[in-house]
């Protein structure tokens, strides 16, 4: 369990079930039978729990990534510090309710929200300048936008049926982020 949780891989309770029964088979022992129980008192016995994955940490290539950082700070050092910009995007899931919650009792759960916007944020290395954000909502216009031009507002809006960035948000976005350069 160790050597696939060091290789990234996926070990889910069937799976541990199921490489039992293979252990047990050539131990040649045919009394086992990898059962729940079994598995609920391995996994106490080695203090194993479920957890959920979280982020995109593992999405990097690891191998290369010495070297590919090395590469980037020499074309930087080329550059001012404001004039390097980095872009993150992240999600809001404005309507999603916490999943923890305290009580003296057993709460039900009811079903979660999906409704979200995008956001863009961009600032330059030192901080200096920070760009409008980027938001893409799922609506042209939501209700509390109603009769708001979009263009007076200080973010740059953005609409899709997924509230996603696309390919077309983002070329609009690094046009107008081009232009803000050449000024």
Known sequence: MQQALASNLTITGDILKAKALNFAT????TTFTAS???LSKFKKRYNIKQ???AGEANSAPL????EERVALQEIIEQYDLRNVYNVDETAL???LEPSKILSDHYISGTKKSKNRITI???CNADGSHKLPALVIHKWQTPRVLK?????DLPIWYYWNRTAWMQVSVWRDY???LNQLMRR
């Not at 191998?63 to 010495?66: H, P, V």
């Not at 009769?147 to 263009?151: T, Y």
């Open 26 to 29: 050539q131990l040649q022992t």
């Open 36 to 38: 729940d129980g079994w």
């Open 51 to 53: 957890f959920i994955k």
């Open 63 to 66: 191998e290369t990534l010495e």
């Open 93 to 95: 899931f404005w309507n």
């Open 120 to 122: 863009v944020l961009t």
């Open 147 to 151: 009769g708001i031009k979009k263009d």
């Open 174 to 176: 690094l046009n107008k």
